[in-house]
T-cell receptor, first 112, second 112 residues
Framework: AQSVTQLGSHVSVSEGALVLLRCNYSSSVPPYLFWYVQYPNQGLQLLLKYTTGATLVKGINGFEAEFKKSETSFHLTKPSAHMSDAAEYFC??????????FGTGTSLTVIP | ETGVTQSPTHLIKTRGQQVTLRCSSQ?????VSWYQQALGQGPQFIFQ???????GRGNFPPRFSGLQFPNYSSELNVNALELDDSALYLC???????????FGEGSRLTVL
């Protein structure tokens, strides 16, 4: 069975500081992993995904994530936070039938 | 390229009523999935349609039903509405059963 745990429902960082959002997964098969961002009153937008191959994945808006099988983690990072990064972030794992299992989300606040 | 569009964007119903939500998938996508996102939660998988057939279902009762049409658009129907059905309903389309999900902006349902 697949599941996702996001540690920290709220994260605050100063503008220009490192962003680190944590995600741990459980999967009975080699996982496909995703990070999505959701702005208020909008749908979800894909930031990045890991399927196979290189374990460090680069996404849009300067975000990247590293798949660590030994730690069952897929943490999202960005070297320097911008005000426009304030949003809700969701980590997800998909099963072979393409059913996605989402975490409960992490709300990122960027302090000027 | 037209993205995923959903209608209506907002609606209010009372307990016991029925509701139909609509989704037009992204051009060329043959798979549609529906997710329920309660306030402060991650999206929960309702079901998926592939080539007009249900192709996977989450832990939702039978009063949640759907359709997919030959043009790959889709409907979500909910009968006998309950207060707990109040949520953002997200439609996502993908190119195949095992593909990245592209989300619409959602239909926000309030049940009074």
């Amino acid at each position: 069975a697949q599941s996702v745990t996001q540690l920290g429902s709220h994260v605050s960082v100063s503008e220009g500081a490192l962003v680190l959002l944590r995600c741990n997964y459980s999967s009975s098969v080699p996982p496909y992993l995703f990070w999505y961002v959701q702005y208020p009153n909008q749908g979800l937008q894909l930031l990045l995904k890991y399927t196979t191959g290189a374990t460090l994945v680069k996404g849009i808006n300067g975000f990247e994530a590293e798949f660590k099988k030994s730690e069952t983690s897929f943490h999202l990072t960005k070297p320097s936070a911008h005000m426009s990064d304030a949003a809700e972030y969701f980590c997800a794992v998909s099963d072979p039938g393409n059913q996605f299992y989402f975490g409960t989300g992490t709300s990122l606040t960027v302090i000027p | 390229e037209t993205g995923v569009t959903q209608s209506p964007t907002h609606l209010i119903k009372t307990r016991g009523q029925q509701v139909t939500l609509r989704c037009s998938s992204q051009s060329g996508h043959n798979t549609v999935s529906w997710y329920q996102q309660a306030l402060g939660q991650g999206p929960q998988f309702i079901f998926q349609y592939y080539r007009e057939e249900e192709n996977g279902r989450g832990n939702f009762p039978p009063r949640f039903s759907g359709l997919q049409f030959p043009n790959y658009s889709s409907e979500l129907n909910v009968n006998a509405l309950e207060l707990d059905d109040s949520a953002l309903y997200l439609c996502a389309s993908s190119l195949a059963v095992t593909g990245e999900l592209f989300f619409g902006e959602g239909s926000r349902l309030t049940v009074l």
